[in-house]
Nanobody
Framework: QVQLVESGGGSVQAGGSLRLSCAASEYSYSYVCMGWFRQAPGKEREGVAGLSTRSSSPYYADSVKGRFTVSLDNAKNTIYLEMNSLKPEDTAMYYC?????????????????????WGQGTQVTVSS
């Protein structure tokens, strides 16, 4: 069974940085799309950043462009989310997701339901 295990969440002050990691139990090329979603209390789950094994062009939500960077280490079957200049509005539970059919790897709109595999989530809290 496919497993995605996230790590790296925590609490930081506004302007700080965090790096999230998500290790997959299977070869990353098994997935067409890997990415990060987040969900704050009372809000819809939203796509943050995604990366396809078929394309080098990542997807970023407008709210994180220029601050977050998504990357994939195929040798380690791990996807990362480097988060800089964090804001209080970035506070949420962050989830790693992967799927073998989502292409193009865009996470805008209500795309979360298309992803088959999910991690358990890691909390990110940004204080002002």
């Amino acid at each position: 069974q496919v497993q995605l295990v996230e790590s790296g969440g925590g609490s930081v002050q506004a302007g700080g940085s965090l790096r999230l990691s998500c290790a997959a139990s299977e070869y990353s090329y098994s997935y067409v799309c890997m990415g990060w979603f987040r969900q704050a209390p009372g809000k819809e789950r939203e796509g943050v950043a995604g990366l396809s094994t078929r394309s080098s062009s990542p997807y970023y939500a407008d709210s994180v462009k220029g601050r977050f960077t998504v990357s994939l280490d195929n040798a380690k079957n791990t996807i990362y989310l480097e988060m800089n200049s964090l804001k209080p509005e970035d506070t949420a539970m962050y989830y790693c997701a992967a799927d073998s059919a989502v292409f193009p790897c865009r996470l805008d709109g209500a795309t979360w339901y298309r992803f088959s595999y999910w991690g358990q989530g890691t909390q990110v809290t940004v204080s002002s």
